[in-house]
């Protein structure tokens, strides 16, 4: 018991286990209890902090003499404990936040959130460690991009009352227990406390305030502090955004630097309200109306006149940033879509925007225009395969346009792509922009500073090497890549300058090609590349087919390196919100195959017309109509899909592709889908004989595979599930594992069987999967069968790339690199047309293994297969070698070893490393 108290005590202590512990205790106990998250004290410290803080907020707060004792948890000096609920009840002394409250007190119900007191004090000793944070590896949070102030009360010690998401309240206590918690104008967080906050309390400051609301602030007044002290959150704060699980601050939050910054500001802005208006001006604020606070998309945390240079400002920054005539620039973030507030405790949010800058990524790419529009696009195009496009707008910045002021002030990421020398102006632009805490990715241009030097190397340039990239995990990863010609050399002291060296060539040279260079005291820094990192294996500079090879196997890899670049400078490079699943849809190539499925349906659905199942429940209808509501774990399935018409599957080129006699002919289609797998499952066991269903999908959001293993189903992929019928006592039904074998096969059939097709290096790999050459598998299969009476019924799941190229490799990109190296134009494949041929394949390879038994494919199986030959080791890497010898009458892989001789292997829980070449065997 001792010794796994101890591993359970070394598990927590060293693998961060304590945030899953705050999280998962926060998420059940925090609608009855109260949870502080505080420093412990020194004994001497404890007596002057009691006379500090004076009549505290409760007395659970101020007594911390027993917090040791009685801490749930401890870390360092921090410390995180349970109490009692804290009721907040009296807010006579705070003062409102401006509109805050409304924000809060007009939002859903609240059983989600939860509303706390900070308390902070002044401090250099933090803000100084903040800045050392921001340039290491660690996030710095900042508070006010993750809960919505409502009251403060100004003083020694500030506190302020907010209100967050259960998890993002969860962010800001892990993030105190870190030490990374940042707050502005150099205060320290130094105690974080939930509380019950009582609504009639806050409608009450709230009614308070409106009745005070036409007497000016006398200056010197504790309003007039509070506001010094507390950020002013200037922008935009869209409905569904203000209890998002990302921010629950604003967009565009700008903070105060300091209290004679605000109160110089305020008197700019009272003598410019003083001011005669010029006509827009009064249309502008006439069109807007006296309570356009609450009548828009979004709530204003500032004046009217804040608000209307604010969005005018932020309009023309963004349109100075942009190559194209934005003729209707939005005034909010709405467009990007609303966001679940039902997160993983583990995961993190999915936009961490800790500059409140809007989420413009600007891409510069130099003054030639026969280039830059076309770099811009195959920049663009790497983005918007590694960052949430759905979180961040990118934009070209033109030369004319750097330098005009807006630009730097509303953009999160500067991506410098330009492979000309920087001009001087330009550069220092730059710089000034970094000194404001901007980021900047550079990807092989002459963009640099201290630290560093560029040096050319022209046996570098336009050739592949072998790159080691470090992460912020300390971990490697090894890639080929091309590299540009140039290479950084270290500066003087670069170590006190904080340069840190993080991917070098493994040439003798060990040169240095990507490297991060923080810039200033507020959090600026870059990091620069000297490898082509946004040029793709199948881009033209590629003309070569072993480069092509290198870098297509070192293509996720490539991927892997820019999205911890982009991680790094702070954007969100985790995937979108998953889509919910699609209707579906009744398609057939035949009008009688159309009615004989609607009659057997008729018999099968319930008396609300529903197919139950106990995966996915299907409800027979004959249209969509607007506004249907089906409940969970039902789709409605369309029969009468008058007008068809879907990217993802062309109809009539499936029709004339499927040449089979039953396989297939009876398509239940959707846009988007968990698994297709889940599609069939409840009607496989009932289908007339003369049946042959297949479900395929556009998308699929939960793709399995063999083993559980999950299988990412982008667009672009042929992905099916085929139902497939064998007779038990048929030679098929006798060897049933062969079936993957056969699906594999049909899927590298259909392609090399077109004529002109027939040297596309496309193979099968033992058991189950598709591979380029034996270099990338490229697709998969996964079978599984259930028996009823004399019959297997099988559900055959496959997915293969047809059109998208990243991260990996697929079908059309086989056959553009085919016609560079043999001067042809085969053309690009659909998945439609691969689908339908794939399965009439797979019917006549099933029909030859019934006549003829396993001699009947095993041939053309070994043609198209990447094994023969091959030598792999048994069980380890220090197993004894085998020889791969072909497959038994059961369809599992024999090996031959001079130690057992012929070894049979198992495609269940085997595998087959084909890096390695090693296999993990099971004896039969």
């Given at each position: 018991?001792?010794?796994?108290?101890?591993?359970?005590?070394?598990?927590?202590?060293?693998?961060?286990?304590?945030?899953?512990?705050?999280?998962?205790?926060?998420?059940?106990?925090?609608?009855?209890?109260?949870?502080?998250?505080?420093?412990?004290?020194?004994?001497?410290?404890?007596?002057?902090?009691?006379?500090?803080?004076?009549?505290?907020?409760?007395?659970?707060?101020?007594?911390?003499?027993?917090?040791?004792?009685?801490?749930?948890?401890?870390?360092?000096?921090?410390?995180?404990?349970?109490?009692?609920?804290?009721?907040?009840?009296?807010?006579?002394?705070?003062?409102?936040?401006?509109?805050?409250?409304?924000?809060?007190?007009?939002?859903?119900?609240?059983?989600?959130?939860?509303?706390?007191?900070?308390?902070?004090?002044?401090?250099?000793?933090?803000?100084?460690?903040?800045?050392?944070?921001?340039?290491?590896?660690?996030?710095?949070?900042?508070?006010?991009?993750?809960?919505?102030?409502?009251?403060?009360?100004?003083?020694?010690?500030?506190?302020?009352?907010?209100?967050?998401?259960?998890?993002?309240?969860?962010?800001?206590?892990?993030?105190?227990?870190?030490?990374?918690?940042?707050?502005?104008?150099?205060?320290?967080?130094?105690?974080?406390?939930?509380?019950?906050?009582?609504?009639?309390?806050?409608?009450?400051?709230?009614?308070?305030?409106?009745?005070?609301?036409?007497?000016?602030?006398?200056?010197?007044?504790?309003?007039?502090?509070?506001?010094?002290?507390?950020?002013?959150?200037?922008?935009?704060?869209?409905?569904?955004?203000?209890?998002?699980?990302?921010?629950?601050?604003?967009?565009?939050?700008?903070?105060?630097?300091?209290?004679?910054?605000?109160?110089?500001?305020?008197?700019?802005?009272?003598?410019?309200?003083?001011?005669?208006?010029?006509?827009?001006?009064?249309?502008?604020?006439?069109?807007?109306?006296?309570?356009?606070?609450?009548?828009?998309?979004?709530?204003?945390?500032?004046?009217?006149?804040?608000?209307?240079?604010?969005?005018?400002?932020?309009?023309?920054?963004?349109?100075?940033?942009?190559?194209?005539?934005?003729?209707?620039?939005?005034?909010?973030?709405?467009?990007?879509?609303?966001?679940?507030?039902?997160?993983?405790?583990?995961?993190?949010?999915?936009?961490?925007?800790?500059?409140?800058?809007?989420?413009?990524?600007?891409?510069?790419?130099?003054?030639?225009?026969?280039?830059?529009?076309?770099?811009?696009?195959?920049?663009?195009?790497?983005?918007?395969?590694?960052?949430?496009?759905?979180?961040?707008?990118?934009?070209?910045?033109?030369?004319?346009?750097?330098l005009k002021d807006p630009w730097a002030e509303n953009s999160l990421l500067l991506v410098f792509a330009s492979e000309e020398p920087v001009p001087e102006k330009f550069h220092k632009l730059f710089l000034n922009y970094l000194s404001k805490g901007g980021k900047i990715l550079g990807l092989s241009s002459f963009f640099c500073f201290s630290g560093v030097n560029l040096a050319p190397k022209e046996a570098l340039k336009n050739k592949i090497h072998k790159l080691c990239f470090t992460k912020t995990d300390h971990t490697d990863i090894e890639l080929d890549v091309l590299t540009s010609g140039m290479v950084y050399e270290k500066v003087g002291a670069s170590r006190d300058s904080g340069v840190e060296f993080w991917g070098q060539l493994g040439n003798k040279d060990k040169d240095m090609v990507i490297v991060r260079l923080p810039y200033g005291d507020n959090g600026g820094e870059a990091i620069l590349s000297q490898v082509l990192l946004d040029t793709s294996p199948d881009s033209q500079e590629i003309q070569d087919p072993e480069d092509f090879n290198m870098l297509k196997v070192s293509n996720a890899r490539r991927y892997e390196v820019l999205t911890e670049i982009l991680s790094a400078l702070g954007l969100?490079?985790?995937?979108?919100?998953?889509?919910?699943?699609?209707?579906?849809?009744?398609?057939?190539?035949?009008?009688?195959?159309?009615?004989?499925?609607?009659?057997?349906?008729?018999?099968?659905?319930?008396?609300?017309?529903?197919?139950?199942?106990?995966?996915?429940?299907?409800?027979?209808?004959?249209?969509?109509?607007?506004?249907?509501?089906?409940?969970?774990?039902?789709?409605?399935?369309?029969?009468?899909?008058?007008?068809?018409?879907?990217?993802?599957?062309?109809?009539?080129?499936?029709?004339?592709?499927?040449?089979?006699?039953?396989?297939?002919?009876?398509?239940?289609?959707?846009?988007?889908?968990?698994?297709?797998?889940?599609?069939?499952?409840?009607?496989?066991?009932?289908?007339?004989?003369?049946?042959?269903?297949?479900?395929?999908?556009?998308?699929?959001?939960?793709?399995?595979?063999?083993?559980?293993?999950?299988?990412?189903?982008?667009?672009?992929?042929?992905?099916?599930?085929?139902?497939?019928?064998?007779?038990?006592?048929?030679?098929?039904?006798?060897?049933?594992?062969?079936?993957?074998?056969?699906?594999?096969?049909?899927?590298?059939?259909?392609?090399?069987?077109?004529?002109?097709?027939?040297?596309?290096?496309?193979?099968?790999?033992?058991?189950?999967?598709?591979?380029?050459?034996?270099?990338?598998?490229?697709?998969?299969?996964?079978?599984?069968?259930?028996?009823?009476?004399?019959?297997?019924?099988?559900?055959?799941?496959?997915?293969?790339?047809?059109?998208?190229?990243?991260?990996?490799?697929?079908?059309?990109?086989?056959?553009?690199?085919?016609?560079?190296?043999?001067?042809?134009?085969?053309?690009?494949?659909?998945?439609?047309?691969?689908?339908?041929?794939?399965?009439?394949?797979?019917?006549?390879?099933?029909?030859?293994?019934?006549?003829?038994?396993?001699?009947?494919?095993?041939?053309?199986?070994?043609?198209?297969?990447?094994?023969?030959?091959?030598?792999?080791?048994?069980?380890?890497?220090?197993?004894?070698?085998?020889?791969?010898?072909?497959?038994?009458?059961?369809?599992?892989?024999?090996?031959?070893?001079?130690?057992?001789?012929?070894?049979?292997?198992?495609?269940?829980?085997?595998?087959?490393?084909?890096?390695?070449?090693?296999?993990?065997?099971?004896?039969?």
């Amino acid at each position: 018991m001792l010794i796994t108290l101890c591993y359970v005590y070394l598990w927590v202590r060293f693998q961060r286990c304590y945030t899953l512990v705050i999280r998962s205790t926060v998420h059940r106990l925090h609608a009855s209890s109260s949870f502080t998250f505080c420093t412990a004290l020194k004994p001497g410290q404890l007596q002057k902090e009691k006379q500090r803080h004076g009549q505290s907020f409760s007395k659970h707060i101020t007594s911390p003499s027993n917090l040791e004792e009685t801490a749930c948890l401890q870390l360092g000096n921090k410390l995180l404990y349970i109490t009692d609920s804290q009721p907040c009840e009296d807010l006579s002394k705070w003062t409102l936040l401006q509109e805050t409250p409304l924000i809060y007190l007009e939002s859903t119900p609240r059983r989600e959130r939860v509303a706390f007191v900070l308390e902070a004090a002044s401090g250099q000793e933090q803000e100084t460690a903040l800045h050392k944070l921001s340039a290491s590896s660690k996030k710095i949070l900042k508070w006010s991009d993750y809960c919505l102030p409502l009251a403060c009360i100004s003083g020694d010690p500030f506190k302020l009352i907010a209100d967050a998401s259960v998890d993002n309240f969860c962010r800001l206590g892990v993030a105190f227990m870190e030490d990374r918690l940042q707050m502005d104008n150099g205060m320290v967080p130094e105690k974080i406390v939930s509380v019950l906050l009582e609504e009639s309390a806050l409608k009450k400051l709230v009614e308070n305030t409106k009745m005070d609301g036409e007497k000016s602030p006398v200056p010197g007044t504790q309003t007039e502090q509070a506001e010094a002290e507390i950020p002013k959150l200037k922008g935009t704060v869209s409905d569904n955004e203000s209890g998002d699980n990302r921010q629950d601050g604003p967009q565009l939050a700008k903070t105060v630097q300091g209290l004679q910054k605000d109160r110089s500001s305020d008197k700019a802005q009272e003598e410019n309200a003083n001011q005669p208006q010029s006509t827009d001006q009064k249309e502008n604020q006439a069109s807007l109306g006296g309570n356009h606070h609450r009548d828009g998309h979004h709530l204003h945390l500032s004046s009217c006149h804040e608000c209307l240079e604010l969005e005018n400002s932020t309009i023309e920054s963004v349109k100075f940033a942009s190559a194209e005539n934005i003729h209707n620039l939005p005034d909010d973030y709405s467009g990007f879509g609303n966001r679940s507030e039902d997160e993983s405790c583990t995961g993190q949010s999915r936009r961490v925007n800790v500059s409140g800058k809007p989420p413009n990524v600007l891409v510069y790419t130099g003054s030639d225009p026969s280039r830059f529009q076309t770099k811009y696009q195959q920049v663009k195009t790497i983005l918007a395969e590694c960052i949430d496009m759905d979180s961040y707008i990118v934009y070209h910045l033109l030369e004319e346009q750097v330098l005009k002021d807006p630009w730097a002030e509303n953009s999160l990421l500067l991506v410098f792509a330009s492979e000309e020398p920087v001009p001087e102006k330009f550069h220092k632009l730059f710089l000034n922009y970094l000194s404001k805490g901007g980021k900047i990715l550079g990807l092989s241009s002459f963009f640099c500073f201290s630290g560093v030097n560029l040096a050319p190397k022209e046996a570098l340039k336009n050739k592949i090497h072998k790159l080691c990239f470090t992460k912020t995990d300390h971990t490697d990863i090894e890639l080929d890549v091309l590299t540009s010609g140039m290479v950084y050399e270290k500066v003087g002291a670069s170590r006190d300058s904080g340069v840190e060296f993080w991917g070098q060539l493994g040439n003798k040279d060990k040169d240095m090609v990507i490297v991060r260079l923080p810039y200033g005291d507020n959090g600026g820094e870059a990091i620069l590349s000297q490898v082509l990192l946004d040029t793709s294996p199948d881009s033209q500079e590629i003309q070569d087919p072993e480069d092509f090879n290198m870098l297509k196997v070192s293509n996720a890899r490539r991927y892997e390196v820019l999205t911890e670049i982009l991680s790094a400078l702070g954007l969100s490079c985790e995937l979108s919100n998953v889509p919910p699943p699609s209707p579906l849809y009744l398609l057939t190539t035949t009008e009688s195959s159309r009615l004989s499925f609607l009659e057997w349906l008729s018999t099968a659905v319930d008396t609300e017309g529903i197919l139950r199942s106990a995966k996915v429940s299907l409800k027979a209808v004959s249209a969509l109509q607007p506004g249907m509501e089906l409940m969970e774990g039902i789709l409605p399935l369309v029969t009468q899909p008058l007008g068809f018409s879907s990217e993802q599957l062309d109809l009539q080129t499936y029709s004339r592709s499927l040449q089979s006699r039953i396989l297939g002919q009876i398509v239940l289609f959707a846009e988007v889908t968990p698994t297709t797998m889940d599609l069939l499952d409840g009607m496989m066991l009932q289908l007339p004989q003369e049946m042959g269903l297949i479900a395929i999908a556009g998308r699929q959001t939960q793709g399995k595979g063999r083993g559980g293993n999950a299988w990412l189903s982008p667009l672009g992929s042929a992905l099916f599930t085929l139902h497939v019928r064998v007779p038990v006592q048929s030679p098929l039904g006798q060897r049933i594992p062969f079936l993957q074998h056969l699906v594999a096969l049909a899927v590298v059939e259909a392609v090399r069987t077109l004529p002109g097709y027939q040297d596309i290096d496309l193979r099968v790999k033992w058991p189950n999967d598709i591979y380029y050459s034996a270099l990338m598998k490229l697709g998969g299969v996964l079978v599984t069968s259930t028996l009823m009476g004399n019959t297997f019924h099988a559900l055959v799941g496959c997915g293969f790339n047809v059109s998208n190229s990243n991260p990996t490799v697929c079908i059309n990109d086989l056959i553009v690199q085919y016609n560079k190296e043999n001067g042809s134009a085969l053309k690009a494949l659909s998945t439609a047309q691969l689908i339908g041929r794939s399965v009439t394949v797979l019917e006549r390879l099933i029909d030859a293994f019934q006549e003829k038994g396993a001699p009947g494919v095993l041939p053309l199986y070994y043609k198209r297969w990447v094994h023969s030959g091959t030598r792999v080791r048994l069980w380890s890497e220090q197993g004894p070698q085998a020889c791969i010898v072909g497959l038994d009458d059961c369809g599992f892989l024999q090996v031959e070893s001079e130690e057992q001789g012929i070894v049979s292997v198992q495609p269940d829980g085997n595998s087959f490393d084909m890096l390695r070449n090693l296999i993990v065997t099971k004896q039969r």
